[in-house]
């Protein structure tokens, strides 16, 4: 068994090591679970402002696709006169 491998069996081996990083991992989670409640509770007024940007960069797409086609029109069409 590789040295580092060897401390930490040997740390965590031990009982009252282990109740102390299981009261760890348990505290983590509990505050994993009360930061993603606030994000929900936050999430409601965060959403209409993520679909009303979203709908923004939307019609600005639009426009540029729009506009990109206008060009290759008329790109085409001075070639055509041209020939």
């Given at each position: 068994?590789c040295?580092?491998?060897?401390k930490?069996?040997n740390?965590?081996s031990?009982?009252?090591?282990l109740l102390?990083l299981?009261?760890?991992?348990?505290?983590?989670?509990?505050d994993?679970l009360?930061?993603?409640?606030?994000?929900?509770k936050?999430?409601?007024?965060?959403?209409?402002?993520?679909?009303s940007?979203?709908?923004?960069?939307g019609?600005?797409?639009?426009?540029g696709?729009?506009?990109?086609?206008?060009?290759?029109g008329?790109?085409?069409k001075?070639n055509?006169?041209?020939?």
């Amino acid at each position: 068994m590789c040295e580092s491998c060897y401390k930490f069996v040997n740390v965590y081996s031990k009982p009252v090591k282990l109740l102390k990083l299981l009261k760890l991992v348990k505290r983590v989670k509990v505050d994993k679970l009360d930061i993603l409640d606030k994000l929900g509770k936050l999430g409601k007024l965060d959403l209409l402002g993520l679909l009303s940007l979203l709908g923004l960069l939307g019609l600005l797409g639009l426009l540029g696709l729009l506009g990109l086609l206008g060009l290759l029109g008329l790109s085409d069409k001075s070639n055509k006169f041209n020939s």
